[in-house]
């Protein structure tokens, strides 16, 4: 693997079996956001993307914590990403935190949130921009900006729009509304649920292996694919996707399926 894993700031990482694992860490916190977080999310994010080792990426939070978003006391402060004037700020949120949403929305391998606890703020937000979440009964989302007088900057009018529809967004925008556990499933911020706390990190690795399992250039081409067709309209992705299939019809690893079906056997994909 090509992934560097050590000289990361606010967060730990780890290898196994084609999943990259991400944790933001954070505990004086509760992983709130920082700008070495930035840095680091970033720059992992787009190595694994470059690495045909890693075929999913995982991220979590550290403790009993996913991410309380924005530093309250940076606010109160006025110090790193919340320092300067009107002007300032519009520039440090550009080239800080909107980062994150730009690389997330660049990348092409699957990103799956394990929301192990409370997501506030930009930490809901940053659980929205994966493509699949998974919780539990300490599962929690809150989009607070308004409780604190704020927007949603780093772009969550967007990814929880796309995520649960236009109509509970906005709920959960104005009233300030917060989902736990079955509700948040129910309302569908998460893709899957378990049942205890203690099971979380065994579904989750369940999921990762399956979608491991699938042939790793069709998964990413799906996954622009499925990008693309949400921001544009139907000719265009019609377009795009005979591309995509042309493509992956000529693969190595659509013979291998077709031939393991065939075979009545488990395909064993290499990404080419």
């Known amino acids: 693997m090509q992934v560097q894993l050590n000289n990361l700031?606010?967060?730990k990482a780890n290898f196994k079996n084609h999943v990259l694992w991400i944790e933001l860490h954070n505990p004086e916190s509760r992983?709130?956001?920082t700008t070495n977080m930035i840095d680091?999310?970033?720059r992992i994010l787009k190595e694994a993307d470059q690495d045909k080792e890693v075929r999913v990426i995982v991220l979590s939070?550290?403790?009993k914590a996913f991410s309380?978003?924005?530093d309250i006391k940076a606010m109160k402060n006025q110090t790193g990403m919340f320092a300067g004037n009107s002007s300032e700020l519009k520039d440090r949120y550009y080239f800080g935190i909107q980062r994150i949403p730009r690389t997330m929305e660049e990348i092409s391998k699957p990103v799956i949130a394990m929301v192990n606890g409370p997501a506030v703020g930009a930490g809901c937000?940053?659980?929205m921009m994966c493509d699949i979440r998974i919780g539990s009964p300490q599962s929690k989302f809150s989009e607070s900006f308004t409780k604190m007088g704020l927007v949603p900057g780093d772009g969550g009018t967007f990814f929880l729009t796309r995520a649960i529809g236009y109509s509970k967004a906005m709920d959960m925008f104005l009233t300030g509304r917060i989902y736990q556990g079955k509700e948040a499933l129910e309302a569908g911020l998460l893709n899957y649920y378990s049942e205890t706390d203690e099971d979380l990190m065994k579904l989750t690795e369940e999921v990762a292996n399956r979608v491991v399992e699938m042939a790793p250039i069709a998964t990413t081409m799906t996954k622009k694919a499925m990008r693309a067709s949400y921001l544009h309209d139907h000719l265009m992705a019609l377009?795009?996707?005979?591309?995509?299939q042309g493509i992956t019809q000529r693969t190595h690893d659509h013979f291998e399926a077709v031939d393991a079906f065939l075979e009545k056997r488990k395909p064993y994909f290499e990404a080419r």
Not at 239 to 244: P, R, V
């Open 9 to 11: 700031f606010d967060l």
């Open 31 to 33: 992983n709130a956001i």
């Open 40 to 42: 680091s999310l970033c």
């Open 61 to 63: 939070g550290h403790g």
């Open 68 to 70: 309380a978003g924005g």
């Open 125 to 127: 937000d940053l659980s």
């Open 239 to 244: 377009d795009l996707l005979s591309a995509y």
